[in-house]
């Protein structure tokens, strides 16, 4: 009898959804679905009357976990209209799940202990590679594709090929994942990861917390990848742990890593030495180092959405701000991913450093970042923590918008031009 | 099995890049197909949506549907009548919310070769789809299995569950 034939992280999650022992890169297979996750938006509205008109049910209720945050708080008429099917559709289907305005898809769901090492699951939102940091494989798709899922439980893939980012050394105080994965998007470009799976490993990425890492899966989107990997951990326990995930669904969670005799391809970072990223109008691929923005005088600094709101982003913004105030011509704008960590963050006083240096604080939802309701006005310059700046997406195409870290959003603030935090943390 | 061969189908060239908020931009997502519709691309070349005829081509550099998972970015392509979309390469996410819609796209390596406003046909031989120049050049397109093809065929996954539904 042979030994174990070696898999990659990707192969093995997949092999398990699909109830092989194994499966090779390239070959097709229906995986049965773990958890589906969709939201205001892409949920409800486009998937009642699909169900409806197949006579359908969704296949396992206590699978699916509903999350309002695209439309609220609602800003009109269509929008309250939108809120109000996903709030009427959850009491007809007896959803067990819905978490309805307290924060963003990608945040609340592993707050809430819905994520766990081994599990196959989808989002129907772009952003979902955000499960990865869990050790799942999760991916985004259409509201279309959800339909299939929530009607079968069952799902295509092709098995991916995996592509390792190993960071060695440790980044500098006021570098963090966000610059990671700026400097990556920029050196691959934004279809770079061929839709394949990213996997974020070594020294650099161990010492991350569970929200840093979050960012890295997060952004796997903007690199074009299907999922964006981490393997389970000490780190992913104790989180899982912490928010009361019971023993026994950590049971065996270190087999879910990637064997090193496993083939995939790895590409090699040095944390050390890098310094903080920003993706330039209107691409997140087109970053370079903050050095060459200095001329740059944004009027509106914007922490908000799942990539560069939670609570650790809050807390990056509050180290560089704390005791100052902004800088007079810029408004800062502060959106926490969740409601949970907002309220860990005014414990901490976070908030109150925020709010001191003059931020406006706005509703724990997607806002400005997903585009559909408040935008930026006609010729802002932005700077923001989220993850896309795509012309027209954030307001009029005359809006121009920088992508960075917190701590540099914060900086720049401060300053009024973009800036690096490590002048104003040194 | 149906395969999808059309004619004399007109090109709106686009570049690389082109993002699903492009396509579908957010301040209009509240709405359907058909307000989406008439904003379509208006980032990018603002004569398409007043413009585009039912049978026409969007021939497109690399990464066409990069960024949301908002399938009306797909939807709206049918919903203004588009025979197919032909590129050197897609968003992964894009390329399975159109064929669950039933859109073609064909990704073809020599794409940028088409022009702006020129005829093509779409031939298929064998299982390669080609594209056929209006100076007679043929371009061939990677394959696509047969499970995309039903979708296409079928006219996009919810037709394809009902069909299954009915045998």
């Not at chain 1, 959800?146 to 098995?159: D, E, F, K, R």
């Not at chain 1, 610059?179 to 161990?206: I, S, T, W």
């Not at chain 2, 709405?31 to 049978?55: M, N, P, T, Y």
């Not at chain 2, 392509?77 to 919310?97: E, K, P, Q, T, W």
Request: with cysteine; hydrophobic share 45%; net charge negative.
């Amino acid at each position: 009898m042979s030994a174990a034939v070696s898999q990659t992280l990707a192969q093995k999650l997949i092999a398990r959804a699909s109830g092989r022992s194994h499966v090779a890169v390239g070959e097709v297979v229906t995986c049965n679905v773990d958890l589906a996750m969709f939201h205001d938006s892409s949920g409800p509205r486009r998937l009642k009357p699909m169900l409806d008109e197949l006579g359908a049910d969704i296949w396992d209720k206590n699978k699916v976990v509903l999350v309002l945050d695209h439309y609220v708080p609602a800003q009109d008429a269509d929008a309250q209209q939108i809120v109000q099917i996903a709030r009427d559709t959850a009491k007809q289907w007896k959803l067990p799940h819905v978490i309805d305005s307290e924060g963003i898809c990608h945040v609340v769901l592993p707050e809430r202990g819905h994520l766990k090492p081994g599990m196959f699951c989808v989002g129907g939102d772009s952003h979902s590679p955000t499960g990865g940091a869990f050790g799942c494989y999760m991916f985004g798709i259409g509201a279309t594709e959800m339909l299939g899922v929530c009607v079968t439980g069952q799902i295509w893939v092709q098995v991916p090929r995996t592509l390792r980012m190993h960071w060695s050394g440790r980044l500098q105080a006021g570098v963090s994942a966000k610059d990671m994965m700026l400097h990556m998007v920029g050196r691959f470009g934004m279809n770079g990861g061929q839709y394949q799976a990213v996997e974020f490993a070594g020294p650099a990425v161990q010492v991350l917390s569970m929200a840093e890492r979050m960012t890295l899966s997060n952004m796997s989107a903007e690199m074009g990848a299907q999922a964006g990997l981490i393997a389970a951990d000490e780190t992913t326990l104790q989180y899982l742990r912490g928010i009361g995930v019971a023993p026994e669904h950590l049971a065996g969670a270190e087999q879910w890593r990637t064997d090193e005799d496993a083939e995939f391809e790895q590409q090699s970072f040095d944390a050390c030495t890098l310094s903080p990223q920003v993706a330039a109008p209107h691409s997140p691929a087109n970053t370079r180092d903050v050095g060459e923005f200095a001329d740059i005088h944004p009027n509106i600094a914007y922490i908000g959405a799942c990539t560069g709101a939670k609570l650790e982003d809050l807390r990056a913004a509050a180290s560089v701000l704390k005791g100052q105030r902004v800088a007079a011509g810029v408004q800062l704008m502060v959106a926490p991913a969740s409601a949970r960590e907002q309220a860990q963050a005014t414990r901490e006083g976070v908030m109150q450093i925020l709010q001191d240096a003059g931020a406006t604080v706005l509703p724990n939802s997607c806002g400005a970042c997903a585009g559909y309701g408040a935008t930026f006005p006609e010729g802002s310059t932005v700077i923001s923590t989220t993850a896309r700046n795509f012309k027209g997406r954030m307001g009029p195409a005359s809006v121009n918008v920088y992508l960075a870290s917190p701590y540099t959003v914060a900086a720049s603030a401060l300053r009024g031009r973009i800036s690096d935090a490590r002048e104003v943390l040194a | 099995m149906n395969k999808r061969s059309f004619e004399n189908a007109r090109v709106w060239r686009v570049g690389a890049d082109v993002d699903t908020d492009a396509l579908a931009p957010g301040a209009y997502m509240k709405h359907g197909l058909e307000v989406i519709g008439w904003h379509c691309l208006e980032a990018v070349r603002s004569d398409f949506a007043s413009g585009v005829k039912e049978g026409d081509v969007i021939v497109a550099g690399a990464n066409f549907g990069i960024g949301s998972s908002r399938e009306q970015a797909a939807g709206v392509l049918r919903h203004l009548g588009l025979s197919a979309v032909i590129a050197l390469s897609y968003s992964g996410l894009y390329f399975r919310n159109a064929f669950n819609l039933g859109l073609l796209l064909l990704t073809c390596p020599e794409a940028d070769k088409i022009e702006e406003g020129e005829r093509v046909a779409l031939h298929f031989d064998g299982d390669t789809p080609q594209v056929i120049r209006a100076n007679g050049q043929s371009l061939a397109c990677a394959a696509i299995p047969d499970f995309l093809m039903d979708m296409v065929d079928a006219g996009g996954l919810l037709p394809l569950l009902k069909q299954k539904q009915q045998g």
